[in-house]
């Protein structure tokens, strides 16, 4: 279990993007804590995915959730009394930036997050922790650190820096008492991954006969950060000392998508089937968290390794309900009509 130290008793706190994968993680962590938590999210009982990931969190009284888009939504009522704001809604992927869908991006991760800041100036909220990316660094040929150069590769990449570097002029004003961490994660894996994520591709290959896309040639490589271990930071971050800071939140190790196969064939005793995609814009060739700042502010030690990690995620896979598991295949999946033919008869 997540533990939190050095946090007052309970309080008060929101969680924006909480019915996403690590939002609602993060809910559940701050629930068990004790935390009232007022709990917001676009996505809601009509989301399979969404009422899957706040299935158990839905049982406790001190949970309040609201539907609504954070780009236009009222937010103040519900930041009232709150001490400390996790804002995690995001349009997150690196590949759908490029296109159609830029201006979403635009929408929720620099509109939204600036209303958010606002919003939290105006209701005295004391502590903004913002989830920042990877994506931020761009390509890197050493552990990237907070103070390197950002120069994000993809559309996503500038959203992402643009909100988090909002959120901290904000936080640098003389007259502000609001502080704000922005914390900079590194892939992140575990239950509830999204369906189009790595990890959870290979694994959905192995437990489920599917063939999965393998984009470029397998040799990119990503700090792969367990969610136990990113909740366990995010947390941290609410109740440290600082004004504006940002941090690495990563596994502690670069692995290859190969490499990720192979693990995935290693844990499940199954075999994987990928079809071959060109590389795409914005992929960079590795990720890699300098995780010094993370160790010194947070006390932050990732404890979960890729091998443990996927094994859990495996587990979780499987015993998902058939209509959430559906849900989870990548769409791309050259079988999936066939798929769901011999699976579930539709
Ligand atoms: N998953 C990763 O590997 C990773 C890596 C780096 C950074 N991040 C960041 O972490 C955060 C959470 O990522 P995730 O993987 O849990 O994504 P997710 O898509 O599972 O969750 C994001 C949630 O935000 C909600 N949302 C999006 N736009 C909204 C809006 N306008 N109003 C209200 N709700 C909105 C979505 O409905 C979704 O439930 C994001 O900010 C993302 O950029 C994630």
Same mark, same amino acid.
């Given at each position: 279990m997540v533990t939190i130290s050095g946090s007052p008793p309970s309080s008060r706190v929101v969680v924006t993007g909480a019915a996403g994968f690590i *939002? !609602? +993680?993060l809910v559940d962590a701050l629930l068990v804590h004790g935390y009232e938590v007022v709990a917001v999210d676009r996505r809601g009982s009509e989301s399979i995915v969404a009422v899957a990931n706040l299935g158990g969190a839905m049982g406790y009284e001190r949970l309040r959730m +609201?539907? *609504?888009?954070l780009a236009e939504m009222d937010i103040s009522s519900m930041l009232t009394g709150a001490d400390v704001v996790f804002h995690l809604a995001a349009v997150p992927g690196v590949r759908d930036s490029w296109g159609a869908r830029f201006d979403e991006y635009?929408? $929720?991760?620099i509109s939204a997050t600036q209303r958010i800041v606002l919003a939290c100036e105006q209701a005295g909220v004391r502590r903004l922790v913002l989830a920042s990316s990877s994506s931020v660094y761009g390509e890197a040929s050493s552990p990237s650190a907070e103070f390197d150069h950002a120069a994000p590769c993809s559309p996503y990449g500038v959203s992402k820096l643009a909100g988090e570097q909002l959120a901290l002029a904000h936080a640098r004003r003389r007259d502000t008492r609001l502080s704000v961490v922005a914390l900079r994660y590194f892939t992140v894996f =575990?239950?509830?991954q999204r369906a189009g994520m790595g990890i959870n591709q290979a694994l959905v290959s192995a437990l489920f006969d599917v063939a999965v896309p393998l984009f470029g040639d397998g040799t990119q490589r990503r700090?792969? $950060?367990y969610i136990d271990d990113v909740v366990a930071g995010t947390l941290a971050a609410a109740w440290i000392h600082a004004q504006a800071e940002v941090i690495n939140i990563g596994? *502690?190790? !670069?692995t290859s998508m190969r490499e990720v196969l192979d693990t995935a064939e290693s844990v499940t005793g199954r075999s994987t089937t990928v079809y071959p995609m060109p590389e795409?814009? =914005?992929d960079v060739t590795t990720t890699c968290a300098d995780l010094q700042r993370a160790r010194q502010l947070l006390g932050y030690q990732p404890a979960v390794g890729l091998e443990e990690g996927m094994r859990r995620q495996a587990r979780w896979l499987q015993d998902l309900p058939p209509d959430v598991r559906i849900s989870l295949l990548p769409s791309e999946s050259r079988r999936f009509d066939d798929y769901r033919r011999c699976r579930f008869g539709k």
């Open positions: *939002g !609602s +993680h +609201h539907c *609504g888009d635009v929408r $929720t991760n =575990g239950p509830r700090e792969f $950060t596994g *502690g190790a !670069s795409q814009a =914005g």
